[in-house]
């Protein structure tokens, strides 16, 4: 597993004092619609792989599934673009560079314990599945993905999403 | 009963089938419908004998004539044509397509690939590796290779045959890609496809399902993502013997760096050309 070293770093540049920290916690779980968002908005769906091919193509089926997508190209891009942009779901990679996926599922979980997250890797070991689980994964798919296991983990954050919510949410 | 799926490398392995034929029979193979005459003759519901005469009736009347004379029961007939059949009997298909066997030669070939008792992929690997002493790398690239072809038919939708007339498909000078991945852990093991641009290409247009016009990024990402899925179903496999194992970032380059004392290279020839299949214990680029 990568250090977590520049993660630190991320983290301190965007909240150098616990105070910073619990502030960043606190807003990060405002949903778009608490800020006044219509309750039918897109869900945002942050995407993290190190292939350039497969963000293509897993963009393609989430905005056919009415997502709008937030890319990200190594697990320490994740972290900064779920903490800039308050996705309303993360799909993670977990062999990438700079920082794997595993400790970017750490990192936003304790960010956002929320935060539906939903791994995809080659690796699906039954130990695999458990340790991500057991981290906070949602769920966890393992490639090649179809599209129609895309579209339920879609409809699990949505799911999840409303509940935090208390809202029906509308698939 | 034996999966039809390694029954072209049985092909080859025993020469009953030569390399261009087998290239031939793999490009006509692609998307290739496999009638009931022929999966009923895999099975041994029905003899060459009973089916030649059969075999120019349209398939509904074939469907009837068999049920209705009681050659195969509805029953079996239905399940015949529900079954899903694996890359050996479109392969088959191609062969009796293309003229180069009849009912009765394909009748005794099933029957001594059902009847044989080596796998075909292990005994390949096996028969290119004899004389270098390399017990323990033979199991392990076999088990590997097994999974890889199983894995392009599944998802290029074409299969892969070992050629043993070649040692490689590439020549000397011309300029070539190579998408590699390490497997560390539980084992130890560094793969790698070699392939010509053209190749290369082909095969990357083929996983992805985009145009990939020419040899770029995605090009790359797609054959490298080939590779991290082949590799990821190796893990599963190896996990369910309980060796855990670890999957590095897939790398590439346009030539080897090292030639590792264990590397094995196989020419794989598949229905949009050939490339070569790596494998070593250490890395090569």
């Known amino acids: ?171 | 009963m034996r999966s039809s799926q390694d029954f072209a490398q049985y092909l080859i392995n025993s020469q009953e089938i030569t390399g261009p034929e087998a290239r031939q029979c793999l490009q006509a193979s692609v998307g290739k419908e496999v009638g009931l005459p022929l999966r009923a003759l895999y099975l041994h519901a029905i003899k060459a004998d009973d089916l030649a005469p059969l075999m120019d009736l349209p398939p509904k009347a074939f469907r009837k004539a068999v049920t209705g004379r009681g050659i195969l029961s509805e029953s079996t007939a239905k399940n015949l044509e529900y079954a899903i059949p694996k890359a050996g009997l479109p392969f088959a298909q191609a062969m009796l397509d293309l003229h180069l066997a009849d009912l009765e030669k394909l009748e005794r070939l099933f029957r001594a690939y059902q009847k044989g008792k080596d796998e075909p992929v292990p005994e390949a690997i096996a028969t290119l590796l004899a004389g270098r002493e390399m017990e323990r790398e033979t199991a392990l690239y076999a088990d590997y290779v097994a999974v890889f072809l199983d894995a392009l038919y599944r998802f290029l939708g074409g299969a892969g045959v070992i050629r043993l007339d070649y040692t490689t498909c590439l020549p000397e000078e011309k300029p070539r890609q190579i998408v590699a991945q390490r497997i560390s852990g539980g084992v130890a093991l560094v793969v790698g496809i070699e392939a010509l641009e053209k190749e290369f290409l082909a095969l990357a247009r083929r996983y992805s399902r985009e145009e990939l016009p020419e040899m770029d990024e995605m090009a790359l990402d797609s054959m490298e993502e080939f590779l991290n899925v082949v590799d990821g179903l190796f893990a599963v496999k190896l996990g369910k013997r309980e060796l855990e194992v670890d999957l590095a970032l897939p790398v590439n380059a346009t030539e080897m760096h090292r030639q590792p004392a264990n590397l094995l290279r196989l020419f794989i020839d598949t229905p949009w050309g050939g490339f070569d299949l790596l494998l070593a214990t250490d890395a090569f680029i």
């Not at chain 1, 700079?98 to 935060?115: C, F, P, S, W």
């Not at chain 1, 340790?131 to 769920?139: F, H, P, Q, W, Y």
């Open chain 1, 1 to 171: 597993m990568k250090s977590r070293e520049g993660l630190d770093a991320v983290l301190t540049e965007r909240a150098s004092t616990s105070a910073g920290t619990r502030r960043l916690r606190d807003t990060r779980r405002r949903w778009p619609c608490e800020e006044g968002a219509a309750l039918d908005t897109k869900l945002k769906i942050l995407i993290s792989d190190d292939s350039k091919l497969l963000r293509k193509q897993l963009r393609d089926v989430l905005e056919r599934l009415g997502c709008s997508v937030i890319e990200a190209e190594d697990g320490k891009e994740a972290v900064i673009e779920s903490l800039k942009e308050k996705p309303d779901g993360v799909i993670l990679d977990i062999v990438m560079p700079e920082v794997d996926g595993i400790e970017a599922l750490r990192v936003i979980k304790e960010v956002d314990k929320n935060i539906p997250v939903i791994m995809l890797s080659s690796v699906g070991t039954p130990e695999r599945l458990l340790e991500t689980l057991k981290m906070g994964a949602l769920d966890f798919i393992q490639k090649p993905y179809t599209e129609e296991q895309i579209s339920k983990a879609v409809a699990r954050i949505r799911r999840k999403v409303s509940a935090q919510k208390g809202t029906s949410h509308e698939e």
